[in-house]
């Protein structure tokens, strides 16, 4: 039965799963100050103005042109009405509904698009305020890139990030008409299409053993076993959002329908790869796809350029719908989770029992990078591995970085399997090769719908929750891989099949047990012991509800520590989602160790029991009930001392989207964004296991400096900080070195100009895009450091030095301007990058000050300002500079001041006296739009830079326990 969601008063439900996801602390999914997660309630910010970024991988807002959402579905008619009764009042409005002619346009649809050219604010807050219409967003191009990589891609020449520059110095190269953010990495199937030799790696230095790539994927899966059975998906509608697909294509024989959802008004595929993506999951002769027999829906949502719109994306998902779409595939993705009506029609698309498979996205090796729609609790998501059974290079990898910086990120991809060097269809005929997730997610669609037919003849079963519960407790843990590379595991058809031919519909967790010893699965959790007075540990689990769309937690979720496993010894405070929709909630479990245990050393075990409860079905009288117990298992060290203590600023980290952010290092003009969340467990994983290893203790502060006691810490590092300060956090800063805390600050470039050149002209919107900061907010920075008179400058430089034989590599810093008398500043001889940007020359530039030491007195802590971040992130290092921190780190924990920086000092030969003239002190750019993403600026104080009351600290309700004499289950 199709569900028809009643946004009237399903709206109060979804807003109190939003509010629960709008924490203020780091006690679980939520954790942002701000509000500027996605929710369909308003607690985002306002973002309307501002275009997007053409890239890869983004989203452009399209001029002038918005989105009315309806609470309803209406017709055409009575749409057109409430538009022009809410409109009536607007005398000398210039507006017009865009027409929308496609397969959906005969029945009723809960949006319209509109064209507004005059008195745009006032038209929109008289649409806002009509009863009928739910939301108002603006329009969206969407580059939700195509998530395959042909087998040669990481043998590409990716060096060229000119951009059709007349030159690698003309000025122009920094100021691009925006193509495309990655455009040799993201190749779809059509950029390879025609090549012989497309295949060729290019290698041929050395030889070696070549491995046989089986030739099916089907036979790989042993989808035989099935098909022996009898069941070849008949009976299931499969529909494949992508690039459309030829009439008559050899390899298909249940093609039900074609519909072109873009404005070419074609149906043929002119790229290939949506024809690829339909052979893995419905072909029926050579490269056979898993359920040959499925009913096939091809929806072509992209043009031959891989453009798309939302509005397209919403009247095909309606007609998804309407067309009783058992299983969707979506080989795209991107990291905007921002785009509002997108997201709200994958959850109402979910609602209808639709299961939606989708790529996890094409970003790997680097974590923090998983793609929307793929990251969604209700929507499958799917990484890739090879033949070998690791985890594809090419595979994004967690945590969700929604939740950030407040709090911890969720388990994501859901599943793993096969997507290097898959064959699919052709697309005209015969076979071909693509690796990508892109490949991986059509391999599991295609299983689904397979899947599906073999519990046909029990169709309550049949949901998005009860299927990713089977692939789930049946994938193949892979080993020596951790939970944010591969999820539950390799998918395993036919234990698949096995698990669903049995199941009653129940409730599940995800992960379904908290382990903190339990490596490398558990990474990187288990990496770290938990210890009394750190912050908390934060484990987010996704509730999957099997018994209905809709359900509740009953009652409070219980912590049951076993005595006779030291239970005792650890504390717990929990949120949760008290009402799951769609066939999701969320369990946000943070862990602390009692102060009993303040020297104790061991393993400390328990379990959290709940209750999820959801209406009864037909012809039931009482409700569906499941009792579910998630044993919690710790390993807990004495608290070690202060110096060994390290407190990594999350709060002041800014990510894409919804703001232009730029890449720290300006060399990557073909990946300008910085969207992988600047988390000690995304981009800057290598940097935290080097800290590790060194017998540092990390603990991330997802709250300002005035929530932290600084006599726990030895050391503060700030990385990278786009966000600004709180008058009230300069203060305790202040107070707190002179208490003994030591400082690390790694900063990055900013400059007004630089950040003018480094605007995109979007050709589609005919607006220019300008960066909200530079690397880093150097003005913040330097408010916060005046106390000591210490400042960054805005020149930007660039540039390879040693220092005491260890190389390193300067990518687009800054350079210190203002330092005490008394300090140790080390200087060396950089380009002027800011000057090749601006003017298309680059000088050599002697004794710039990029590293200040820095002790006030004898009880004060340490500070150390190093002008660039690029050699700690992952993202674009070139160099890392490991060896430099942890040298920085002896200076500021123990006082051990290494011979590298007094022999550097002499040796730069630095002039006494004022420093250099190697910049001025930069201002923050008129007319930036910070304030709208900002948890510090108050968003109602245009142009005035002022802050927000100071929030109130996040605070706990740890659970009281009770106690089970009992020992853990083994």
Not at 104 to 117: G, H, M, N, Q, R
Not at 441 to 449: K, L
Not at 734 to 756: C, E, H, P
Not at 843 to 849: A, G, H, K, W
Request: aromatic share 10%; charged share 20%; glycine share 8%.
């Amino acid at each position: 039965m199709r569900v028809c969601v009643n946004y009237s008063s399903m709206l109060i439900l979804i807003c109190t799963i939003a509010s629960q996801l709008i924490l203020t602390s780091q006690s679980g999914i939520g954790g942002d100050y701000s509000g500027s997660l996605f929710s369909p309630c308003g607690f985002f910010n306002d973002t309307d103005d501002i275009p997007d970024i053409k890239t890869d991988f983004s989203t452009q807002l399209v001029s002038n042109e918005y989105i009315i959402t309806f609470k309803r579905y209406y017709s055409q008619q009575t749409r057109l009405n409430f538009i022009s009764a809410a409109l009536r009042t607007i005398m000398s409005l210039s507006w017009s509904v865009k027409p929308r002619s496609n397969s959906a346009t005969k029945y009723p649809s809960d949006f319209e698009v509109l064209a507004i050219i005059a008195e745009k604010e006032e038209s929109l807050k008289a649409l806002e305020q009509h009863p009928s219409i739910k939301q108002v967003t603006q329009q969206k191009q969407i580059t939700r890139s195509i998530k395959s990589e042909s087998n040669h891609a990481e043998a590409e020449d990716d060096s060229d990030d000119t951009h059709d520059c007349n030159s690698s110095t003309d000025p122009l190269c920094w100021a691009p008409k925006w193509k495309s953010s990655r455009p040799m990495r993201r190749a779809s199937l059509g950029l390879t299409q025609g090549s012989s030799l497309w295949q060729s790696t290019g290698h041929h230095s050395n030889r070696r053993l070549l491995r046989a790539v089986p030739r099916e994927i089907t036979d790989i899966m042993e989808a035989n076993v099935l098909w022996d059975m009898g069941f070849t998906g008949a009976g299931i509608n499969i529909a494949v959002f992508d690039t459309g697909l030829k009439e008559k294509h050899p390899h298909f024989k249940n093609v039900m329908e074609r519909t072109d959802w873009t404005d070419e008004k074609k149906l043929n595929d002119g790229l290939g790869h949506g024809t690829f993506v339909a052979g893995v999951i419905s072909s029926t002769m050579d490269c056979k796809g898993f359920a040959p027999d499925a009913n096939l829906y091809i929806f072509r949502v992209f043009t031959n350029s891989q453009v798309s719109y939302t509005s397209w994306f919403l009247d095909a998902f309606n007609y998804a719908i309407l067309k009783k779409i058992n299983v969707l595939n979506l080989s795209i993705g991107g990291p905007d989770f921002m785009d509002h009506p997108f997201v709200d029609k994958v959850w109402e698309l979910t609602a209808n029992k639709v299961i939606m498979v989708s790529a996890i996205g094409n970003d790997g090796p680097l974590y923090g990078t998983l793609n929307n729609p793929a990251d969604q609790m209700d929507v499958i998501g799917v990484g890739g591995i090879n033949f070998e059974d690791n985890i594809a290079k090419f595979s994004s990898r967690g945590m969700t970085t929604w939740e950030l910086p407040g709090g911890y990120g969720r388990l994501k991809p859901d599943i793993v399997t096969y997507g290097s060097a898959v064959r699919g269809s052709g697309m005209t005929q015969g076979c071909r090769t693509l690796s990508g997730t892109s490949v991986a997610s059509p391999v599991v669609a295609g299983a689904v719908g397979l899947l599906a037919s073999s519990i046909a003849d029990r169709q309550w079963v049949l949901n998005p929750a009860s299927m990713k519960q089977a692939l789930m407790a049946s994938a193949r843990r892979l080993p020596d891989t951790n939970m944010f590379e591969q999820g539950h595991g390799k998918l395993d058809l036919v234990k698949a099949y096995q698990v669903l031919s049995s199941y009653q519909p129940q409730a599940s967790l995800s992960p379904s047990y908290i382990d903190l010893t339990e490596c490398p699965y558990f990474w990187p959790y288990c990496t770290q012991p938990i210890y009394h007075g750190a912050m908390p540990t934060v484990v987010n689990i996704t509730i999957l509800n099997g018994m209905g769309v809709t359900g509740q937690v009953v009652d409070k979720p219980t912590w049951q520590p076993f005595t006779p496993q030291n239970g005792d010894y650890i504390e717990v405070a929990m949120s949760y989602s008290p009402i799951l929709w769609p066939w999701s909630g969320y369990l946000a479990v943070s862990i602390t160790v009692s102060s009993s245990a303040t020297l104790w050393q061991g393993i400390a075990q328990g379990q959290i029991t709940l209750t999820v409860e959801s209406p009864p079905d037909n012809g039931e009288e009482k409700p569906r009930r499941s009792v579910l117990e998630l044993p919690v298992k710790v390993q807990v060290v004495p608290t070690p001392p202060r110096n060994k203590r390290i407190l990594w600023d999350q709060y002041h980290n800014l990510r894409y989207p919804p703001g232009y952010f730029p890449r720290d290092n300006l060399r990557m003009k073909n990946d300008p964004l910085d969207w992988n969340g600047d988390h000690v467990h995304t981009n800057f994983k290598a940097m935290y296991e080097h800290l590790r290893t060194a017998g540092f203790f990390v603990e991330v502060l997802g709250a300002p400096f005035t929530c932290y006691d600084a006599k726990e810490y030895g050391t503060l590092l700030i990385v990278d900080p786009e966000e600004e300060f709180f008058p009230e956090e300069v203060t305790k800063l202040k107070r707190d070195i002179d208490q003994g805390l030591s400082v690390i600050i790694f900063a990055d470039w900013y400059n007004v100009t630089v950040m003018k050149k480094v605007k995109f002209y979007d050709e589609n919107t005919r607006q220019w895009w300008m960066p909200d900061t530079g690397g880093s907010n150097i003005p913040a920075l330097n408010d916060l450091l005046s106390p000591w008179g210490m400042a960054f400058g805005d020149g930007v430089f660039e540039g390879d030095f040693e220092l005491a034989e260890n190389r390193a590599t300067y990518s687009s810093g800054s350079s210190i301007i203002k330092f005490p008398s008394g300090g140790l500043l080390i200087h060396q001889t950089l380009q002027d990058q800011g000057q090749e940007v601006i003017h298309g020359k680059a000088d050599q530039v002697s004794n710039v000050p990029i590293l200040g030491l820095y002790q006030h007195s004898l009880e004060s802590g340490r500070i150390v300002l190093y002008g660039d971040s690029n050699c700690l992130d992952s993202s674009h290092m070139k160099t890392d500079c490991f060896w430099l921190l942890e040298g920085l780190l002896q200076y500021t924990a123990y006082d051990n001041l290494s011979p590298m920086f007094t022999q550097a000092r002499k040796s730069s030969h630095s002039p006494t006296g004022p420093l250099p003239p190697v910049g001025s002190l930069p201002t923050r750019m008129e007319g930036n739009h910070l304030y709208r993403y900002s948890k510090v600026l108050d968003a109602h104080q245009l142009g005035t830079q002022k802050p927000r009351p100071l929030p109130g600290c996040p605070t706990l309700a740890w659970t009281k326990g009770e106690p089970l004499n009992i020992s853990a289950p083994r």
